[in-house]
């Protein structure tokens, strides 16, 4: 199926990386944040929390990692 991927601008090299591998395996649509659509969705968030930490959720709206920094959000993308 088809995966919608949005970051905040503060991750934009992260979605890239996320992307290129996604592309390996599935059919990647790189939608920007004013997408509607929430079926298959993984977003990349920037939020306040300490440095390195990082929130993952999944559930039936989608995938999303939050985190301040590009360290903390690498690491969330490695979990998947």
């Not at 599935?26 to 930490?53: C, F, H, M, W, Y």
Request: charged share 25%; no cysteine.
């Amino acid at each position: 199926g088809r995966v919608e991927l949005s970051a905040d601008p503060a991750f934009e090299n992260e979605r890239n990386y996320l992307s290129g591998e996604l592309q390996k395996r599935l059919l990647v649509n790189n939608a920007d944040s004013g997408t509607k659509r929430r079926q298959n969705r993984i977003q990349l968030q920037k939020v306040p929390l300490p440095s390195g930490e990082y929130l993952l959720s999944v559930n039936e709206e989608g995938i999303k990692i939050a985190a301040a920094g590009t360290d903390a959000i690498f690491n969330g993308i490695q979990s998947l």
